[in-house]
């Protein structure tokens, strides 16, 4: 059995296991509601280049801002807990967008930033507390292989968020 833990490293931890579920949730929950965003400003301006980039100002602005305060956040309280929270309070926000095109609201510009930064206060708490977490599930031989895994999840997200954001249009896949 330890010759099993050794060779996959920590792909046999549980606890590895668990946290890496959660990212690939919250990155995807990221990728899914930036395309959708995007979306619904291509669909309402004529020239919607501004509107787009201002989106992805708005989601980095808090991680700009909060960043360096939501690591003494992560210090203080438990990073699962902050972890868990930050996930949360994203999925909530997620889930409000994907209510308003299902439910055909429209939704205003400045919503739509309001929204976003909101998302990016999200992200800026549990992705602080991700990279601090992950020294404390996995033994420190195994960081890089760990490391490498989490990295990846991010470009995986974007390739399934903009998949996402299509279904939810009602686009379909073709």
């Known amino acids: 059995m330890e010759f099993i833990k050794k060779k996959l490293g920590p792909i046999a931890n ?3 296991n668990k946290f890496f579920a959660g990212q690939i949730f ?3 929950a990221d990728a899914i509601i930036q ?3 995007v979306a619904i400003l291509i669909e309402q301006h004529a020239n919607p280049g501004k509107y787009m980039a201002l989106v992805f100002f708005f989601f980095l602005l808090p991680q700009f801002l909060f960043g360096p305060f939501a690591g003494q956040i992560s210090d203080i309280f438990s990073r699962k807990w902050v972890l868990s929270i930050s ?3 994203n999925s909530l926000i997620v889930g409000f967008y994907i209510y308003c ?3 055909n ?3 205003s510009t400045w919503a739509i930033y309001t929204g976003v930064f909101a998302l990016g206060i999200g992200a800026a708490l549990f992705n602080t507390a991700k990279m601090v977490a992950i020294t404390n599930i996995v033994e420190s031989n195994q960081l890089k292989f760990a490391n490498a895994l989490t990295s990846s999840i991010g470009a995986i997200a974007l390739l399934f968020g903009a998949l996402g954001a299509n279904y939810i249009l009602g686009f379909g896949t073709t």
């Open 14 to 16: 549980i606890d590895f």
């Open 26 to 28: 919250e990155h995807l």
């Open 35 to 37: 395309f959708l965003v």
């Open 87 to 89: 996930a949360l309070y």
């Open 101 to 103: 095109v299902w439910a």
């Open 105 to 107: 609201i429209p939704l």
